[in-house]
């Protein structure tokens, strides 16, 4: 039976979506394939309390990549990214730490806690810049296999080899610290105040199942910097409508170029025969044949269900195996009657716009993880706080809020399972934690939606619920993710492809793992 | 008089440079600050009777080149690995010993858990060969990465070469594990607490993080690289002790013409328009000299003996920031017999006695520390030197040397006064005890060493003994600070040479020889 589709994408997370498009793009048939009523994956919008629209899962976006905005033309299709200009954290003696958009007013800010540190952010500041500089091209670059002693290989290494030389050393052994150092002991070269290394630290363990102090999470400081435009603290961004909003513009795009979309259409199985893929199976049954198949699913849902141990090589599949997820995180998201009343900054302000960030200091921070490790959440949790109705009023009804609360650590393999009662005891944490910053936020709230890592694992598929789908850890990164020899996207599958987030350079709604994926498809059919 | 060359530090380090160097005729003046050599393998005679050493009895590993090149074997070297390598106590009255023959060691195992013991034989040939890897880098200078030179690029090759020889497979898993934690690479592995903690404490050695921080699997290699194929973790010993080492290297160096003398601190490197042309010594004596080698610490070196107006302030600012948070306390223990544990063997006490249980122990062991704190529950590392050497002891008496660990440097509240040494000690015989009760009983004297101490007394920055942590962001091309990784300074005419300087701490005597090869290949140049 011949294929009907030069190519089916399992999933219709953005990474899928972008993957979709560019081969659309290409002239390439396309079906998308994804469970859900709506397509998404963990950046969807869903109107969970009748008027009250949430960013259920992924909130803020900062790294997706500018070619696949202006490639998929993106804006066109209704993405609209609004500007989250400030972060502030409220401090424990009453006072708060704020980092604005306009560089001199943090500055000022700042130096109201420490000169020195005012002054240090300048230099620490530019360079952040250059060293995201230096890891951008990184991201849009195919990992070479230094295994490999093909010429295209070699050629790889030497390019590889050739960029961090080019880098000079100053910058090199910069970026070398960044990757190897815990972001405390990064942070603590730079900085004397304790909040300011907490709230910067944090973003250093976002997604990770380590704390400020474990070596490794400085580079995911980083990794959360590339979205960092002209020097501010951290440029991130809320799309208009949710983050839904930017999976439906990926998708709209992907249509427009002729590929077809079909949802609540789950894949149970991806045909293999001879060493090749033939195309899938639904679980309605229905086959479906394909010259390609590309999986955005994580590595370890791909390749361990819907392929099977049976048609992989046992090395790879022991990598699979091991391959490390460890969901740390989870959110809590508020329907509120009224706006939150900050004890640190009263009443309505630009603060209410921006972030707040619960991490008064590298201990609170290492405390939590404390709790994590030995398989609790945390009691008194880190929290990354917006108020989406703020920026967008069409996420609330009218003089009402949403409210969408990041929070770490929710360790997946919670002692005794994430029950009913643990998961209400985990939401308690937070807005108890909460309310000590904003006393007035237990009243206001209305509804109130908690999910855990087993809940976003058993709505997105994501395994043990692990956003970045599999950590970025030192060793799971580049030519090492998802598995060594097999970080090209490839699979020892012929015609079977990877375009998720478990491959490099992974999590974020960054949209370089799908482009990434696509472009090694297209090159390997010429 | 203008001396061709001065060596500041009789240590291990110290004193293979200045015999490297005295053999290849250069005429050294080499001062130790204390009235005894070897630095931490020096002699510490605090309770009469027993001979210990403050840094404990282990030389760690001596490279073989060493021993050959020098001579060291006609000149007394006696180098001793116990059969025995780790016995870990449990709670329960079981013990898990390791031996050198890993068939012996998968026997223990397997009382534990079949399927570990079963595994054992092929985790150690990989950890044999990774520590090989390891053996090939830590016998050269780093070379200058990113952007090698003409020399390095062969280095390199040969070093690649090396790895290359692994096979495909092993070699990415080699890139792979280095940057891991000890414990989610032992989790790939095994299955048996008591097994993994016993490994885990190897990795965690002498650095301030537990075995859940990243790099630490590279700590575990590091240590393991010159152990006999089979053999994990265990004891470098060498007959009379580290000092006997020291005393070895002291009339080895002084054959070759080398001048050595004690007593002589350091109190300045003096240096004239960037250049360094001589010593200042405490009693104000100067000593001028065409080159000057430190085998001190690089932060005690630069930020001490150096006038800070001589030097780049990025590069002192690099310096400063060397991470050296000495996390280690020793209690030397005079006994008046063998600390009996349930269902050891005295064989079995040769090697490292280990209370690592499991790995929540120690990172349990290490929470404490990161809020400044010694550890409720520590990890300790136990040896007993007179079971080799019965001399150090009086008749029938017994001398155990315990490193306890996490004892931070910068502990709160009030810091290393005499009531926070002795609750060390006092721990130390508490934990010792509960799993061999009858030491409490037979502790006829105790010898206690604080971070502090080692600061104050032995000149090592923040009391670590490795003179700064083996971390990933500290090690080859990044050590001691990036760009200055070849035992050269940006002062002309001054040298590093101690564990500062790659390839570390816990090796005796690697980076002293590296440092002498590459001050003579510059002569020669």
């Known amino acids: 039976m011949s294929a009907t589709w030069d190519a089916i ?37 869903e109107e969970i309390f009748p008027g009250f629209k949430f960013s259920v899962f992924s909130y803020v976006v900062s790294l997706l990549r500018p070619e696949i905005i202006r490639d998929l033309d993106l804006p066109r299709h209704g993405l609209e990214i609004l500007p989250l200009e400030s972060t502030v954290t409220p401090l424990d003696n009453g006072d708060y ?408 350079p992974g999590g974020g709604i960054m949209g370089a793992s799908g482009r990434l994926a696509a472009l090694r498809i297209l090159g390997d059919g010429r | 008089m203008t001396r061709e060359l001065i060596i500041i530090g009789g240590g291990i380090n110290g004193l293979v440079t200045a015999t490297y160097l005295a053999k290849a005729g250069v005429k050294v003046l080499l001062l130790e600050a204390r009235d005894v050599l070897g630095g931490l393998s020096g002699s510490a005679d605090q309770m009469p009777g027993y001979r210990c050493e403050v840094g404990g009895c282990d030389v760690g590993w001596l490279l073989p080149d060493i021993a050959a090149e020098l001579q060291l074997d006609a000149a007394g070297l006696e180098l001793v690995s116990p059969q025995a390598c780790v016995c870990s106590p449990q709670e329960g009255g079981r013990a898990l010993t390791l031996w050198a023959d890993p068939a012996r060691s998968a026997e223990e195992i397997s009382r534990f858990s079949p399927e570990d013991a079963h595994r054992w034989p092929e985790f150690t040939a990989q950890v044999a060969r990774f520590a090989a890897v390891l053996e090939a880098i830590y016998a050269v200078a780093p070379p200058h990465v990113p952007d090698p030179n003409g020399a390095d690029i062969g280095t390199l090759l040969k070093l690649g070469l090396k790895l290359r020889r692994l096979g495909k497979r092993e070699m990415v898993e080699f890139l792979r594990v280095a940057p891991m934690s000890v414990a989610e690479w032992l989790d790939d592995w095994f299955k048996s607490d008591a097994l993994k903690g016993a490994l885990a404490a190897g990795g965690i050695t002498r650095i301030f993080q537990g075995p859940r921080g990243a790099g630490t699997a590279f700590v575990f290699l590091h240590h393991q690289v010159g152990r006999p194929a089979g053999a994990v973790r265990g004891a470098h010993y060498v007959r009379g002790g580290p000092g006997a080492l020291a005393a070895i290297l002291a009339n080895v160096a002084k054959g070759y013409g080398a001048d050595i003398r004690t007593t002589a601190p350091v109190r300045e490197i003096v240096v004239r328009d960037g250049k360094a042309i001589g010593v200042a010594l405490e009693t104000g004596e100067h000593l001028a000299a065409h080159q000057v080698v430190s085998s001190a610490d690089p932060r005690r070196t630069f930020a001490r003996m150096v006038d800070a107006g001589q030097l780049d302030p990025e590069f002192l600012r690099a310096v400063r920031n060397i991470k050296c948070r000495g996390a280690v306390a020793t209690v030397h223990l005079a006994m008046s017999e063998l600390p009996s544990f349930a269902g050891v063997s005295e064989e079995a006490l040769g090697g490292a006695i280990t209370i690592a249980p499991s790995l929540d122990y120690l990172e349990h062991a290490y929470d404490d520390a990161k809020y400044g704190a010694v550890s409720r529950r520590p990890y300790l590392e136990a040896r007993i030197p007179t079971l080799l050497d019965p001399s150090l002891a009086p008749a029938g008496k017994h001398l155990v040397t315990v490193q306890l660990q996490y004892a931070p440097f910068h502990l709160r509240p009030g810091g290393w006064d005499e009531r926070a040494r002795s609750e060390v000690s006092d721990l130390v015989v508490e934990t010792l005890s509960a799993y061999a009760p009858n030491v409490r009983g037979s502790v006829v004297g105790r010898h206690v060493t604080t971070p502090k101490d080692l600061e104050d007394r032995y000149g090592l920055t923040e009391g670590h003994a490795y003179h700064g942590e083996l971390t990933l962001d500290q090690i080859l091309f990044m050590r001691p600070v990036a760009g200055w990784a070849r035992y050269r300074t940006p002062i002309e005419g001054l040298y590093l040479c101690g564990a500062g300087t790659h390839p570390g701490g816990g090796l005796a005597g690697a980076a002293g020889r590296n440092a002498a090869r590459e001050m003579l290949k510059e002569r020669r140049a």
């Open chain 1, 9 to 45: 994408i399992i999933g219709g997370g953005h990474n899928g979506l972008v993957t979709a498009a560019y081969l659309a793009r290409a002239g390439k048939k396309v079906l998308v394939l994804e469970r859900r009523h709506l397509v998404g994956g963990a950046a969807v919008t």
């Open chain 1, 97 to 504: 730490l704020a980092a604005w958009g306009d560089p001199d007013k943090t500055r000022r800010e700042i130096a109201r806690h420490s000169l020195r540190d005012a002054e240090a952010m300048t230099e620490f500041g530019r360079l952040m810049h250059h060293m995201a500089q230096a890891v951008k091209p990184i991201l849009g670059m195919i990992p070479p296999d230094p295994t490999s002693l093909s010429p295209r290989e070699l050629t790889g290494l030497l390019r590889f080899g050739r960029h961090f030389r080019d880098l000079g050393a100053e910058r090199f052994h910069a970026l070398y610290k960044l990757m190897t150092m815990s972001s405390a002991d990064y942070l603590d070269e730079w900085f004397e105040t304790d909040a300011l290394k907490a709230t910067k630290s944090a973003s250093g363990i976002i997604g990770t199942f380590l704390g400020p102090r474990s070596p490794g999470t400085a580079y995911v400081l980083l990794h959360h910097y590339m979205g960092e435009i002209d020097g501010s603290f951290r440029a991130w961004g809320f799309a208009k409508g949710g983050t839904g909003a930017i999976s439906e513009s990926i998708a709209g795009a992907a249509r427009r170029f002729g590929a077809e979309i079909r949802t609540e259409a789950a894949v149970s199985k991806i045909l293999v025969r001879r060493g090749g893929t033939s195309g899938v199976v639904l679980e309605n049954g229905e086959e479906l044949r394909a010259r390609t198949v590309v999986s955005s699913l994580d590595p370890h849902r791909t390749f361990l269900q819907l392929v099977g141990d049976d048609h992989l090589p046992d090395e790879f599949v022991s990598d699979i195996r091991r391959y490390k997820f460890r969901g740390s995180s989870g959110k809590v998201n508020l329907a509120l009657g009224e706006l939150p009343n900050f004890t640190c900054l009263p009443g309505m302000g630009p603060h209410l716009r921006g972030a707040v960030s619960i991490s008064p200091s590298i201990d609170y921070l290492e405390r939590a993880y404390d709790d994590a490790k030995y398989g609790e959440f945390s009691r008194s949790p880190y929290m990354d706080i917006i108020i989406p109705s703020m920026i967008d009023p069409g996420m609330a009804p009218p003089g009402k809020h949403v409210m969408s609360i990041f929070v770490q650590y929710a360790p997946y393999n919670v002692t005794g399972g994430w029950t009913d009662a643990k998961r209400d005891a985990f939401g308690d944490a937070v807005v108890d934690t909460l309310t000590r910053y904003a006393p007035n936020l237990k009243q206001a709230i209305l509804h109130r939606q908690v999910v855990t890592p087993a809940d976003i694992e058993r709505t997105t598929g994501l395994t043990e619920g692990n956003i970045f789908q599999g950590e970025l850890s030192l060793h799971q990164l580049f030519f090492l993710r998802p598995a060594p020899s097999w970080a090209q996207y490839r699979t020892p599958i012929r015609r079977l492809y990877q375009c998720g987030a478990g491959t490099h």
